[in-house]
């Protein structure tokens, strides 16, 4: 198996590794990279893991060795992981001078590339499918050997795993905002955890995978986690769900657009699925599997917390959609939200994943 973090669900996975951080390997303290700029405001619009125009200077930073959690029968790090622990610590300047942060509940958008769900949410259709075709096909199930006996049948992972959070609600941000870190309690990994704890409170059998593949270097991220999906789907070949979970970074102007919404008296950042569709040369021939289950998700999160989603991003995107028919991407709030708004939403993302599969298999 590819060496990765992992939190298993339901079923467990017993592992004891044995490893070493070898320092002589660790890149030298405060070495200057320049990279892609890997969040300034990279929105769903933008495709991920390309090299933008804009730099950012980055650091790498040798790690801190202390206080790193011993393995354990569900917890397995890899040596490179290992060796990143508060190596980027979490950034929580509450300066001003960034500019502001707008608060906006994204709903029933107008448009002529948006269409509704039967059953609740919409769609943004940005592809050559006519709206109306596209939805006949959202009315399909998708066809997956769903499993209820707490075997694996989800992997959750991060191609971008250090991306974060304000701290708190506020609304403002500092200059250079640009959030990103390696402390898992407080970028994607917690997010996934939140999902992961609801997948196995349902029974159903999940993988988290919290390895680190965005830094020290953004670019090639995907080529990354792939190697980490392929990796566990060869040992699980049970999973038939496999769930790439990020955060947007939604921007207009020097302001920063955070999308929530009231669940239950408590607010949480909106999330937003996008299901990739194959123009002809990506390699994607059962892209149509990973839009049927977009839309069941996204119509059950609806019915059980409405105004949850924004709309299902459809375009022409891979993202690993191509290793399985059940590969979604789904941001989880921007870079504007709370950490407590995103993980809160990774609870409500979490239940409403785990009513989906428990209605596909009653289904099938």
Same mark, same amino acid.
């Given at each position: ?179 990103? #870190? $390696? ?5 994607? @990994? ?7 704890? &609801?997948?196995?409170? *349902? /029974? ?119 290793? #399985? $028919? ?5 941001? @989880? ?7 407590? &708004?995103?993980?809160? *939403? /990774? ?18």
């Amino acid at each position: 198996m590819n060496k990765a973090i992992i939190r298993c669900g339901a079923s467990g996975i017993a592992a004891a590794i044995a490893f070493s951080v070898m320092l002589e390997t660790v890149i030298p303290r405060l070495q200057q990279i320049e990279i892609g700029k890997a969040d300034s405001c990279l929105t769903a619009e933008t495709v991920r893991d390309s090299a933008p125009a804009q730099t950012e200077t980055v650091y790498r930073v040798e790690p801190a060795m202390a206080a790193v959690p011993e393995n354990s029968a569900d917890t397995w790090e890899s040596d490179g992981s290992r060796a990143m622990w508060s190596s980027l610590p979490y950034r929580n300047s509450h300066a001003s001078d960034g500019g502001s942060i707008v608060r906006k509940q994204y709903q029933n958008l107008p448009g002529l590339m948006f269409f509704r769900l039967d059953g609740g949410g919409q769609v943004r259709n940005s592809t050559f499918w006519s709206n109306a075709d596209l939805l006949e096909e959202s009315r399909k199930l998708p066809t997956l050997d769903l499993r209820l006996d707490g075997s694996p049948t989800v992997l959750i992972y991060h191609t971008h795993t250090t991306e974060s959070y304000m701290d708190g609600e506020a609304d403002s941000y500092p200059a250079g905002f640009n959030f990103r #870190t $390696t402390e898992p309690d407080k970028n994607m @990994v917690s997010v996934g955890d939140a999902i992961t704890r &609801e997948l196995e409170a *349902a /029974g159903i059998g999940v993988i988290h995978a919290g390895e680190i593949h965005d830094y020290p270097q953004w670019n090639g991220s995907y080529s990354r986690s792939a190697v980490t999906i392929k990796s566990i789907l060869a040992e699980n070949p049970g999973i038939c769900i496999v769930l790439d979970i990020h955060r947007d970074a939604i921007c207009s102007g020097s302001s920063v657009i955070a999308p929530v919404v009231q669940v239950e008296g408590k607010q949480s950042a909106q999330i937003m699925i996008i299901s990739g569709c194959d123009k002809g040369d990506m390699n994607m021939p059962n892209y149509r599997e990973n839009f049927h289950l977009a839309c069941q998700l996204q119509q059950t999160a609806e019915q059980m917390f409405p105004g949850l989603t924004r709309p299902i991003l459809f375009d022409y995107r891979k993202y690993n959609q191509n290793l #399985t $028919t059940g590969s979604l991407l789904i941001e @989880v709030g921007s870079q504007g939200n709370s950490l407590e &708004e995103a993980q809160y *939403a /990774g609870t409500l993302t979490g239940r409403a994943i785990a009513e989906t599969i428990r209605r596909l298999a009653q289904e099938n």
